[in-house]
């Protein structure tokens, strides 16, 4: 209990400088929301540009065709109006070509601009992506798609499934959805344990350590309780916070004494705390 007690302020501002107004959120909505409408909007424009090219491309093969097929006919023509009427057929069919080969170049652009602003949306959303906002947008989605968004069951499972197709973010989401929406189900343990291994492995360290301390906090004789404070000692040694993680690893072994993550967190202590070879030269510990 002395170890949580001084472990508890470092969580407590760890928290502090992880929590995320909820004016932020509804302000993230409102750029992916604006980046979809424009992203919408442009590519119906550029559609119907691009139709409108392959149109005037068409029309200008078809005037070519019947500039030719009148140059076929004026070539059986006899006496001083033949010369006449092949000089300007083949005039008025330069002119044709030159117009066919600036719509395909107009074309061949308008294909780059659309090309490129793929390109530009896609790494718009991964910077959104990067800030959480777009997986926090996907997983409200899938749960507005759920038959019955109340099922605790099919939240769960819907979290599990996201995970095992590689939605690691968006699973992410959803199985911290589901602790809050049911913080003492008897699953909300297992949900918030997944939660911060998912961001202990996007080294989102400062997150998991508040996400896997709250498990910790309120379920503490569940299983998971241990697996959640040693990963948590593991984020305080992320962090630069040696001692913190001494604290919450000597919790584990205090707390849950008979456990696999007692066992490791006692593995851990010695790989950050060797002891000294004289006994009697041991450093004195931090207060």
Same mark, same amino acid.
């Given at each position: 209990?002395?170890?949580?007690? /001084? ?5 407590? @501002? ?73 000089? /300007?057929?083949?005039?008025? @069919? ?6 066919? =080969? ?31 906002? @777009? ?34 973010? *968006? ?7 589901? *602790? /809050? ?8 343990? =297992? ?12 080294? /989102? ?5 508040? *996400? ?16 959640? @404070? ?58």
């Amino acid at each position: 209990m002395r170890a949580a007690r /001084r472990a508890a302020p470092a969580l407590l @501002l760890l928290a502090v400088g992880c929590w995320v107004p909820l004016e932020s959120g509804r302000q993230m909505d409102a750029r992916i929301a604006r980046l979809e409408v424009e992203t919408r909007e442009q590519a119906r424009q550029l559609e119907e540009q691009v139709k409108e090219k392959i149109v005037q491309v068409d029309r200008k093969l078809k005037e070519v065709q019947a500039k030719l097929d009148e140059l076929n006919t004026s070539a059986r023509a006899k006496g001083a109006d033949l010369g006449v009427a092949v000089g /300007r057929l083949q005039e008025e @069919l330069t002119r044709l070509r030159g117009d066919l =080969e600036t719509q395909q170049h107009q074309l061949g652009q308008l294909d780059g601009t659309v090309k490129s602003g793929a390109k530009e949306t896609e790494a718009r959303l991964a910077s959104l992506k990067g800030t959480g906002a @777009l997986d926090e947008a996907m997983a409200r989605q899938r749960l507005a798609d759920l038959a019955r968004p109340d099922d605790k069951a099919a939240v769960l499972a819907l979290a599990q499934k996201e995970e095992a197709a590689g939605e690691k973010g *968006v699973a992410r989401e959803l199985y911290q959805h589901y *602790v /809050r929406r049911w913080p003492k189900d008897d699953k909300a343990d =297992e949900a918030g344990l997944r939660a911060g291994e998912i961001l202990a492995s996007q080294a /989102r360290w400062r997150e998991a350590v508040v *996400v896997l301390g709250r498990v910790a906090e309120d379920h503490p004789r569940s299983d998971k309780a241990g697996p959640a @404070l040693l990963l948590v000692a593991e984020g305080m040694v992320q962090l630069n916070r040696k001692e913190d993680a001494r604290a919450f690893l000597e919790q584990v072994v205090a707390e849950h004494p008979r456990s696999d993550a007692a066992a490791r967190a006692k593995v851990r202590l010695t790989e950050l705390f060797p002891p000294p070879k004289d006994p009697r030269k041991a450093p004195p510990r931090k207060k």
